[in-house]
């Protein structure tokens, strides 16, 4: 398996300062060893596209893992010419050097140096011409780095060569577009463009999108002021469509003249055709920097603006203290004391721009004392301080009493934000030992923050059997171990205690998730567990439990049907209930389960709120009215202790992972292909492989195409729906694909790629999918070895009678 040079793992390394001490995060004024922040310093690389600067990179310390930092994407024309731009800032850059590799960083294909730098109104400009051979509508990574004075900075990009890519034309399209929504006087040249449903009267502006009013996406009665103006950045382009998103910082005045910011994100995919543009799909998301000083606290609640309603936060034991991130700040609000603190943030008072505001990073918070203490994780692109420039996971501690933040330990890592938050998402937990423990890599680790060591607790864990409960204390997974094989694996993080629990004989015990704290899992007799025709493993529960991690039973449910599908959420279980036919189960009917337990959390409602001037905001509401509407706002401090880093290294897992990209980021990570071209679809997305393949786009197929049989693999004219079959005679050249349960029109993709696809057409009939028109698909059938026309919605209602069972393959290039 290869090195994965990130997240978290096996050799540690510490820096301890000898004679004066390393500052945590420098300051410009240091009383009683506390402080604040320095100011950002490295430079920022762009690159040119049609005159247009576009995708805006941040710098790195150390080298990233390019498979695992997919940023902008630049399309090349037949010159292959890369136009580099650099905004120094306050750096010294001696020189520019790039090197292209394959997608996934295995292979390199050029490097080069460029000394010559030109210098014009304050940036540094550099071209070149790329020489070496690419596939075309292949993806290829993209390292620049800079030497500086301060030593040398690394920036990530992807480029590809594709045919027809109108990428100038999406940028200056996506800039028009965003501008006159801005402009009352050209507001009405982009509304041919939109496709408004909406007949709400209240506007929601954390959430705009194509098809709301052409008012709400012209600011209405809003009089938005860009602070910090956008940057392209080029998502995805093809043949016949492109993904442009815009970030950027912007201003409202409020009643009372104060000024409030908003971090704006605008996702635009559109078709170039003919000289003609067609705005396919517009997001717009607006998410308001909270600030203490204006207007915050009303009778109803905190007031958190305009914003989504998925806030993170959390509270002390009996809810009268609340700890809230909003766009990676960290602040706490305690009602009882009228106290509003800004525990953390990377945003600068003074001269701020895009590098210390990119909110590439985030908190979670692990609990919240009753004092008002608060222990949190910060991860993810550190905008400024001693870490700037590095990818990581801090852990901290704030101390209410004086008013400060200290770092415990910090984990640099070489995956981008988007990765580190899937991982963190899934566990990241500090118990009252400070003992970190995180899952990375198929491993759990335990890492021991006073000692400065760690060990795997568990290897080769799979990412869809890990569950962990509500508050992260304890997690459950199935077991691997040689004696302990099927068991369920139960840990309790405060005490370090772990169980294990055995099925009985002949049963399989399968883990559903958590209730609060107790976790939820079914029983399945043998009977009830078979492999389809496909070789995929079929299982019905028959009992369902709910345990505390003391082993006793909570909650106990059965049926006279089997249990074919339950779905946990956090307030409900849902229960499918069916009976087996032949291969497959046929649903009844459905059944849940309530939680009913209620958390300190839960004293504490999210609600909407309006006002006339922005209309829909979100309120955090407590079970008591508040009185004092003007709360005293303390802003706390760092504390400058010693640096203490533990360098961690883990593999790959092996198996293989199909990651969802959709409204300019990654949505998910999936270990079937068919869940991920689902998702995609829905979010009008792509698909890549762990090797940065396209396996699926959306939009990007031809009008029609029709397969020649002797260029199609051989085990394909035979038809079979068992990928274990395929994968044999595939050998290393290819990767069979089950894509049962996606639609028809996302399956012609792979025949628009040159893929055959085998279709179920009967209970023991399956035929090829070789060709499609706008009216027909091609299917070959291997008993006569004869190709024919079926129409389109025949086509299509044939195959959703046999369950949409589809079996492709992926071609692995070297």
């Not at 050209?186 to 509304?191: F, T, V």
């Not at 890599?441 to 568990?458: K, P, S, W």
């Amino acid at each position: 398996m290869k090195k994965l040079l990130m997240r978290i793992g096996i050799l540690f390394l510490v820096f301890v300062a000898g004679g004066a001490a390393t500052i945590f995060f420098m300051n410009q004024e240091i009383t009683d060893n506390k402080g604040d922040m320095d100011y950002t310093t490295l430079p920022e690389v762009l690159l040119e596209v049609d005159g247009v600067m576009v995708n805006r990179m941040c710098g790195y310390k150390q080298k990233m893992q390019v498979d695992f930092t997919r940023e902008g994407l630049t399309p090349l024309d037949t010159s292959k010419t890369l136009n580099f731009v650099i905004n120094p800032h306050e750096a010294e850059v001696k020189s520019l050097s790039y090197e292209v590799r394959t997608s996934d960083g295995s292979r390199v294909l050029e490097n080069k140096k460029l000394k010559q730098l030109e210098e014009r109104e304050g940036y540094l400009y550099a071209s070149t011409a790329l020489e070496s051979s690419m596939l075309m509508n292949q993806e290829y990574s993209l390292e620049i780095s800079l030497e500086t004075a301060a030593g040398t900075l690394y920036y990530y990009n992807r480029v590809i060569q594709r045919s027809g890519g109108a990428a100038g034309e999406y940028v200056k399209f996506a800039k028009t577009f965003s501008q006159n929504s801005m402009d009352n006087e050209r507001a009405d040249d982009i509304y041919d463009y939109i496709e408004s449903e909406s007949t709400s009267t209240n506007i929601n502006y954390a959430n705009i999108d194509i098809h709301s009013s052409w008012t709400a996406i012209t600011w209405s009665k809003l009089q938005p002021k860009i602070v910090e103006a956008a940057i392209p950045t080029i998502r995805e382009i093809n043949e016949t469509t492109g993904s442009v998103t815009l970030e950027y910082l912007m201003s409202l005045e409020n009643e009372e003249g104060q000024t409030e910011e908003y971090y704006v994100t605008e996702f635009y995919r559109m078709r170039y055709s003919q000289a003609e543009m067609e705005l396919l799909d517009f997001n717009r998301s607006v998410q308001q920097v909270f600030d203490g000083s204006i207007p915050v606290v009303t009778t109803e609640g905190l007031l958190l603006g305009i914003r989504d309603r998925d806030v993170t936060y959390l509270t002390n034991e009996d809810g009268t203290i609340a700890a809230f991130v909003q766009l990676g700040d960290l602040w706490t609000y305690a009602p009882d004391s009228d106290k509003l603190v800004r525990i953390f943030t990377f945003r600068q008072e003074e001269n701020s721009d895009f590098r210390d505001i990119r909110p590439d990073h985030d908190i979670k918070i692990i609990r919240v004392s009753q004092s008002g203490d608060v222990d949190f994780v910060l991860y993810g692109y550190m905008n400024r301080g001693p870490h700037e420039g590095y990818s990581g996971i801090s852990v901290c501690h704030y101390d209410s009493e004086q008013k400060v933040v200290e770092e415990k330990v910090f984990l640099p890592c070489t995956e981008s934000f988007e990765f580190l938050k899937e991982d963190i998402n899934k566990l990241s937990y500090v118990n009252h030992s400070d003992a970190l423990f995180l899952l990375s890599g198929g491993n759990l680790y335990e890492v021991d923050i006073e000692q400065r060591t760690y060990h795997v607790l568990e290897e080769g864990i799979t990412q869809g059997e890990f569950f962990v409960s509500e508050s992260n204390a304890h997690a459950a997974w199935m077991a691997k171990g040689e004696d302990e094989a099927g068991q369920m694996k139960e840990i309790d993080f405060d005490t370090g205690e772990i169980r294990l629990m055995a099925p009985e004989e002949g049963q399989k015990i399968e883990i559903l998730g958590f209730f609060n704290e107790d976790v939820i899992y079914g029983m399945a007799l043998k009977e009830n567990i078979f492999r389809d025709a496909r070789g995929n493993e079929k299982t019905a529960l028959s009992i369902i439990q709910i345990q505390d991690f003391e082993g006793n039973i909570k909650k106990t449910y059965q049926s006279e049907y089997l249990i074919t599908d339950v779905t946990v959420g956090s307030t409900l279980l849902e229960i499918q209930l069916g009976q087996r036919e032949g291969e497959s189960f046929q649903n009844v009917k459905t059944d849940n389960i309530m939680n009913g337990k209620k958390t300190a959390t839960d004293q504490i409602s999210l609600e909407f709120t309006y006002d006339d001037r922005r209309e829909t905001l979100v309120c955090m509401a407590f079970e008591e009215s508040i009185d004092d509407e003007k709360p005293l706002v303390v802003k706390a401090k760092i504390r400058l202790t010693d640096t203490v880093e533990i360098l961690l290294e883990t593999t790959v897992p092996e198996e293989e992972a199909y990651y969802v990209y959709a409204l300019g980021g990654l949505k998910g990570i999936f270990d079937n292909p068919a869940d991920a071209i689902i998702q995609a679809d829905q979010e009008a997305g792509v698909v890549l492989n762990r090797r940065q393949q396209y396996v699926w786009e959306r939009g990007n197929r031809r009008d029609s195409i029709q397969l020649t049989l002797e260029n199609i693999p051989q085990v394909f004219l035979d038809a079979p729906l068992d990928t274990k079959v395929i994968q044999e005679a595939l050998g290393e050249t290819g990767k069979a694909l089950d894509l049962t349960g996606c639609s028809l029109d996302s399956i012609l993709y792979q025949v628009s790629a040159q893929r055959p696809v085998v279709v179920k057409t009967g209970e023991n009939e399956t035929k090829l999918i070789v060709g499609y028109d706008a009216y027909n698909t091609w299917l070959y059938t291997p008993a006569t070895g004869e190709t024919q026309a079926f129409a389109m919605d025949e086509s299509e209602e044939l195959f959703e009678k046999y369950g949409n069972v589809f079996v492709t393959y992926m071609e692995i290039l070297e």
